[in-house]
């Protein structure tokens, strides 16, 4: 059989299992720098790796936007998705950085006030 003919099942059945990365003493400090009300709980417990992923990109705003989008929104369809909480921290630091972090305009208002003001 040709990877052609494989079923997406057959496909997502082959693909090498994810080594459990540990957090990295900079995501760690990078979690430790974050406001309380924002920094995540269960993210760094169950995917450390992609915590890694926000730490690593959080110094450059189209990375880590583009990064944290990817994460919340499913391009390539058939991901089971992150729990609701986990989602929400997710959420949670894409607003932040939005808003704190890097703010940026969100709507042609967003312009308009910061032209007028």
């Known amino acids: 059989m040709t990877t052609k003919e494989l079923t997406l099942e057959q ?7 994810q080594v459990e990365e ?25 995917f450390a790796r992609l915590c890694n992923g926000i730490a690593r990109h959080w110094d450059s705003p189209r990375d880590c936007l583009g990064y944290l989008e990817d994460l919340l929104i499913d391009r390539r369809g ?7 909480n986990v989602a929400l921290e997710i959420a ?14 969100q709507t042609a208002w967003d ?6 003001y």
């Open 22 to 46: 540990p957090l990295l003493p900079e995501t760690i400090r990078w979690l430790a720098s974050l406001p309380n009300d924002v920094r995540p709980r269960q993210l760094p417990i169950e």
């Open 111 to 116: 312009l308009i006030m910061v032209h007028h």
């Open 11 to 17: 496909l997502i059945a082959r693909r090498r299992p």
């Open 78 to 84: 058939g991901r089971s998705g992150f729990s609701f």
């Open 92 to 105: 949670g630091l894409k607003d932040h950085y939005e808003t704190v972090i890097h703010p940026t305009q």
